[in-house]
């Protein structure tokens, strides 16, 4: 029973903190954990994950929606494209099977990690609202299509990659692409859960409890953190954050 909790505390708190700093998928961080070190089956680990995923990015969306630091209404419009083109993307995995790309969100997240780092987002809400707003609908739309065909097709990647787009694509601040992301990520991690569970059946209660309580409180923290920090601050703790979670993942997935 310790070690489990002791697991579940390590996977929540590197699962919260990523969501909370910069809208990470739980999914990427408490999978492999329970898979590992807990000899969970590979779907129902999924399925724990997605679930913990639901109350700690609703929770970091309402802090940052608070702090007014989410963008609704385009999210919304990402958010529909993102959960169509999913299952787009995964109806054309299964006629090319061979093609996944399993370490894809791994990757991702270490290389987003050192970007923040080394090259921090510092735009400026008065910037991001210059945008017109069919301008920002259309770039929304596209974004959430690319996002949604490749999470269905690789099966992986999905908040790393709004952030990705958001940022850098979408010329959002960071706050804003953060709570916009967790936003979107509220409703595909539900989505995502509950078709686990009809699917595969309830998992390990034990397990999935205390991911999502460790999640919740640790998405809590690192929400209400970054919704005071500077733009620099934040960046500089979004990077350490990814590239230790990235490296970590790194070393679960291959090395052990």
Same mark, same amino acid.
């Given at each position: 029973?310790?070690?489990?909790?002791?697991?579940?505390? $390590?996977?929540? @708190? +590197? *699962?919260? #903190?990523?969501?909370?700093?910069? /809208?990470?998928?739980? &999914?990427?961080?408490?999978?492999?954990?329970?898979?590992?070190?807990?000899?969970?089956?590979?779907?129902?680990?999924?399925?724990?994950?997605?679930?913990?995923?639901?109350?700690?990015?609703?929770?970091?969306?309402?802090?940052?929606?608070?702090?007014?630091?989410?963008?609704?209404?385009?999210? $919304?419009?990402? @958010? +529909? *494209?993102? #959960?169509?083109?999913?299952?787009? /993307?995964?109806?054309? &995995?299964?006629?090319?099977?061979?093609?996944?790309?399993?370490?894809?969100?791994?990757?991702?997240?270490?290389?987003?990690?050192?970007?923040?780092?080394?090259?921090?987002?510092?735009?400026?809400?008065?910037?991001?609202?210059?945008?017109?707003?069919?301008?920002?609908?259309?770039?929304?739309? $596209?974004?959430?299509?690319?996002?949604?065909?490749?999470?269905?097709?690789? /099966?992986?990647?999905?908040?790393?990659?709004?952030?990705?787009?958001?940022?850098?694509?979408?010329?959002?601040?960071?706050?804003?692409?953060?709570?916009?992301?967790?936003?979107?990520?509220?409703?595909?991690?539900?989505?995502?859960?509950?078709?686990?569970?009809?699917?595969?059946?309830?998992?390990?209660?034990?397990?999935?409890?205390?991911?999502?309580?460790?999640?919740?409180?640790?998405?809590?923290?690192?929400?209400?953190?970054?919704?005071?920090?500077?733009?620099?601050?934040?960046?500089?703790?979004?990077?350490?954050?990814?590239?230790?979670?990235?490296?970590?993942?790194?070393?679960?997935?291959?090395?052990?």
């Amino acid at each position: 029973m310790i070690y489990t909790l002791f697991i579940c505390f $390590i996977a929540g @708190m +590197g *699962a919260g #903190l990523g969501t909370g700093f910069a /809208g990470m998928s739980a &999914a990427a961080v408490i999978s492999p954990m329970l898979i590992t070190f807990l000899g969970l089956p590979a779907y129902e680990a999924v399925g724990i994950a997605l679930a913990s995923d639901v109350l700690a990015s609703a929770v970091s969306a309402y802090t940052y929606g608070k702090n007014k630091n989410l963008d609704i209404r385009n999210g $919304i419009v990402m @958010m +529909g *494209a993102v #959960l169509l083109f999913t299952l787009v /993307g995964s109806f054309t &995995a299964s006629l090319v099977p061979n093609a996944a790309m399993g370490g894809f969100s791994v990757f991702m997240t270490l290389f987003l990690g050192i970007k923040f780092i080394l090259k921090p987002v510092m735009t400026t809400k008065e910037s991001m609202t210059s945008v017109s707003a069919k301008k920002r609908f259309i770039q929304s739309l $596209i974004s959430g299509i690319a996002v949604g065909f490749i999470c269905g097709f690789i /099966g992986a990647g999905g908040g790393m990659m709004m952030l990705l787009l958001l940022t850098g694509i979408l010329g959002y601040e960071l706050k804003t692409a953060v709570g916009t992301s967790v936003f979107i990520m509220a409703f595909t991690a539900f989505t995502g859960a509950v078709s686990h569970f009809v699917i595969g059946g309830m998992p390990d209660l034990r397990c999935l409890l205390l991911c999502v309580i460790f999640t919740l409180l640790w998405a809590r923290i690192a929400a209400r953190f970054a919704n005071k920090a500077s733009a620099a601050t934040l960046n500089r703790a979004t990077g350490v954050v990814l590239s230790v979670l990235g490296s970590a993942i790194l070393v679960v997935n291959y090395f052990t």
